[in-house]
């Protein structure tokens, strides 16, 4: 059987920050599993709120995981900093396609950035080790939140969708 390829979650734990305002700030971006190719979105180390921006994303992804191949579903994820969103539509059983876009003023068509196929068992499970390790590192350092609380909730109550 040949293995769907993957697009990755990616979080800079190490380099989390906590603002004055007690927001939790750090590097969270996409990145195509393949090595030869290696596309990230929107970029290497981009600067965002993971706490906000994972608990959105992993509700969203765990309710597209459970639709129907053929109803067309879509999930769409926004990063809480910048133009920069991602879709996620199923295209098969076990198959979805992410589609990155940049819109600044106008949305147009043409605002496509990078189009990536996924397996979606292996992109929400890339969300929810993400969403995990960020999480470890806020207990680690006693941040607790409003925001800390959402990501575990958002975790917790996919849990029987996911793995890893």
């Given at each position: 059987m040949r293995r769907l390829p993957s697009v990755d979650v990616v979080v800079d734990t190490a380099a989390l920050v906590q603002k004055e305002s007690g927001t939790i700030a750090?590097?969270?971006w996409?990145?195509?599993g393949d090595a030869d190719v290696q596309a990230d979105f929107p970029e290497v180390g981009w600067v965002d709120l993971p706490l906000?921006?994972?608990a959105s994303w992993v509700q969203e992804l765990q309710r597209l995981s459970r639709t129907l191949p053929s109803s067309g579903a879509e999930a769409i994820c926004r990063f809480r900093d910048g133009p920069?969103?991602?879709t996620v539509r199923v295209e098969s059983a076990g198959?979805?396609?992410v589609r990155?876009?940049?819109t600044r003023e106008h949305p147009a068509p043409d605002d496509l950035v990078?189009?990536?196929k996924t397996g979606s068992s292996a992109f929400l499970a890339s969300a929810v080790r993400a969403g995990r390790a960020v999480l470890s590192q806020c207990d680690a350092r006693s941040w607790w939140s409003r925001e800390t609380e959402?990501?575990?909730r958002s975790l917790e109550s996919g849990s029987q969708y996911t793995a890893g």
């Open positions: 750090g590097p969270i996409l990145r195509d906000a921006v994972l920069y969103y991602f198959g979805w396609v990155c876009f940049e990078r189009e990536w959402a990501l575990r």
